[in-house]
């Protein structure tokens, strides 16, 4: 199960978690500190863990999101992810749907040694 650490100086930043199963995976939570969020460490968390899944190789990565958060639903835009579907009210402390997203992501092959 892939985790990934953004560290700061002093202190952590940011994390993701995901996991990878044949060639699938899923994006199972990715947090930036408050203080960090807007500073691309988000976005850069999201490319290595989808990088790292693609040389194990994962061609499909989905996640769940909160329909309300529209921050995360552009980062994950940006990361390639599309809309595939709607878990109603999956989120509880808000009651709230959750929005099923699905990114492609190219097969990574190794390189031939000679």
Do not use: H, W
Request: glycine letters at 10%; one cysteine or more.
């Amino acid at each position: 199960m892939p985790f990934l650490v953004a560290a700061g100086e002093r202190e952590i930043v940011g994390y993701v978690i995901a996991r990878g199963a044949a060639d699938e995976g899923e994006i199972l939570n990715l947090a930036v500190a408050p203080q960090f969020r807007r500073r691309g460490v988000g976005c850069g968390l999201g490319r290595a863990i989808l990088e790292l899944l693609g040389s194990r190789g994962v061609t499909a990565v989905y996640l769940e999101v909160r329909a309300s958060n529209a921050v995360a639903r552009a980062l994950y835009e940006q990361l390639g992810f599309r809309e595939v579907g709607r878990r109603e009210n999956y989120y509880r402390r808000p009651v709230e749907d959750a929005i099923l997203l699905r990114a492609a992501i190219p097969a990574v092959r190794a390189s031939a040694k000679l």
